[in-house]
């Protein structure tokens, strides 16, 4: 999440979530500090503390569930992510739970239907990128979209010690929006990239007195 943005980042791991995939973490909270100090914006409402407390920054893969992210930080562009994760339910109900095969597939009937939904982000341009992704990685991404997308995962990344050391862009979120565009890929920019590298666990923002920032860091 960029420094600035404390009613932004992204998609990610919850605890006793029964329905979770079975490659997402789940968080033990046995030994976490009684009065935790979070990252400012993790705080700032109840949302917040559940999503930065259990999700936000835990690695995540599978393409679906990347593909969801991919999106929902598409969606998010312009708006507090907040907007997003209150809506999440019904951008997953609606996208047919981002399974790409079926978004691929959508037709116009689909489109107008999301156009009409009241539960998400009813904007045009968005609702067709979600689409065109889809189609793209299916027939631009052979090698799967979790490889694709982690592949721009830095070997090292430098915890940041307070949120204005945090950046909007990297040269590693810089390069994946580049090559997910020349995949045919769209609306998504290099600050969208990032919103999805630090929400899933590509990067670790968890900024240094975070009581999710790793012992080894603290």
């Known amino acids: 999440m960029a420094a600035d943005d404390l009613g932004a980042p992204a998609n990610r791991h919850r605890c006793d979530d029964t329905d979770a995939p079975a490659n997402r973490r789940r968080c033990d909270d046995a030994d976490a500090p009684a009065n935790r100090r979070r990252c400012d914006w993790g705080d700032s409402t109840p949302d917040y503390v559940a999503y930065h407390d259990t999700e936000w920054g835990v690695p995540l893969r599978g393409d679906n569930a990347l593909f969801e992210r991919l999106s929902l930080e598409a969606f998010q562009s312009g708006l507090s992510w907040l907007t997003i994760l209150r809506k999440r339910e019904n951008f997953r109900a609606a996208f047919a739970g981002f399974d790409i095969a079926t978004v691929a597939g959508f037709g116009e009937a689909d489109r107008q239907r999301l156009l009409a939904d009241a539960g998400i982000v009813r904007?045009?341009?968005?609702?067709?990128?979600?689409?065109?992704?889809?189609?793209?990685?299916?027939?631009?991404?052979?090698?799967?979209?979790?490889?694709?997308?982690?592949?721009?995962a830095p070997a090292e990344h430098q915890r940041p010690a307070l949120?204005?050391?945090?950046?909007?862009?990297?040269?590693?979120?810089?390069?994946?929006?580049?090559?997910?565009?020349?995949?045919?890929?769209?609306?998504v920019g290099p600050t969208t990239a990032y919103a999805m590298m630090q929400a899933t666990g590509m990067v670790d923002d968890h900024v240094a007195y975070c009581w999710r920032a790793t012992p080894v860091d603290k």
């Open 163 to 187: 949120m204005t050391d945090i950046p909007a862009m990297t040269p590693e979120s810089k390069a994946m929006a580049k090559e997910l565009k020349r995949r045919g890929f769209a609306f």
């Open 123 to 152: 904007n045009r341009a968005k609702v067709d990128a979600a689409v065109t992704n889809a189609r793209a990685i299916l027939d631009n991404v052979p090698e799967g979209l979790t490889e694709l997308l982690w592949s721009f």
